[in-house]
């Protein structure tokens, strides 16, 4: 079951005063995508149902699998300002299984993970007594008090009621507290090139996609000062196309389909190198650095990580 959407999900302009950009399918739906002209957001005009979600989240689904390595996690921990800290108090929205919880802890930080859709199924083996199954959306979320950290990886997009979420966070930053969260880029160059194969838009649990000026929007809405945004995530011109990467290095002889196919010749090669790199494989090396900053300064990469900062009394 699908429903529409009659206002944007973050400023709750009505969708008349939404552009269309491309549509996508999903279970032979045509799902238009809009972006609001008030605040810039990118998003879905309909979508499936709250029981539809949940069914999205199952016990199979990667963010919740109870196998994930915590490399990645602890690459994340770095990019916290103020994370060398000790006992900073942090806010895991949506942490799956808890390997983020899990690698802040680690790094010192008094961390606590909550998520909405976790499975009952699903065995938290990193968070013990550190979860909340519990949705941000509703008030009950502001009983966990105040932190100085909040984040939400690849979480955001997900989230079927934006506005209240935002809202909620932001009101449980301590003065100087930081909300930090990254999305898919709504005005990427590979959702330009890709249009509708853009695998960001294709995956039905992704209802939204930022941008900078809804970053902005998000700013005024919560009086938190928009401290920094970083493009990142794969290069242009790989980034999200609608055909695995990793398949496409196992024998396909294209990435992406169409008229947008590239070849995997020796440049693809490099390409995939670097978004290996990129997305964390190098660690904290010099390389991984480096690839990152060109994915930034060059605005390239397919996502957007930003952080706001509760002003300080």
Request: hydrophobic share 35%.
């Amino acid at each position: 079951m699908f429903i529409n959407i009659i206002s944007c999900p973050l400023c709750e302009a009505g969708v008349e005063n939404s552009s269309f950009k491309f549509s996508v399918s999903e279970e032979g739906h045509e799902i238009p995508i809009l972006e609001c002209v008030v605040c810039g957001l990118n998003y879905k005009s309909n979508h499936q149902a709250n029981h539809g979600l949940s069914s999205i989240y199952n016990s199979n689904y990667s963010h919740f699998s109870n196998d994930k390595s915590l490399t990645g996690y602890k690459g994340r921990i770095l990019r916290i300002p103020g994370s060398a800290t000790k006992g900073l108090r942090h806010l895991d929205y949506g942490c799956g299984n808890g390997s983020f919880v899990e690698a802040a802890l680690s790094n010192g930080l008094d961390s606590v993970g909550a998520d909405p859709f976790l499975p009952d199924t699903t065995h938290i083996r990193f968070l013990k007594n550190r979860f909340y199954k519990i949705d941000a959306a509703d008030e009950e979320i502001l009983s966990l008090g105040k932190f100085d950290v909040i984040t939400l990886w690849a979480v955001i997009e997900h989230l079927p009621r934006l506005r209240p979420t935002i809202l909620n966070l932001s009101k449980m930053l301590k003065p100087g507290g930081k909300l930090i969260f990254n999305s898919p880029y709504g005005k990427s160059l590979i959702s330009r090139f890709n249009g509708r194969h853009w695998k960001m838009a294709t995956l039905p649990e992704h209802l939204h996609f930022q941008t900078i000026d809804s970053l902005r929007y998000i700013s005024s809405l919560t009086g938190l000062t928009l401290k920094s945004v970083r493009n990142c995530g794969v290069p242009f011109p790989l980034g999200a196309n609608s055909n695995n990467i990793n398949d496409s290095v196992g024998g396909r002889r294209n990435i992406g389909s169409g008229d947008n196919a590239i070849p995997l010749n020796t440049i693809s090669k490099i390409l995939i190198f670097l978004r290996q790199i990129a997305l964390g494989g190098g660690g904290n090396n010099l390389m991984a650095k480096f690839i990152r900053k060109l994915i930034h300064l060059a605005h390239i990469g397919d996502h957007l990580e930003a952080v706001f900062q509760r002003p300080r009394i």
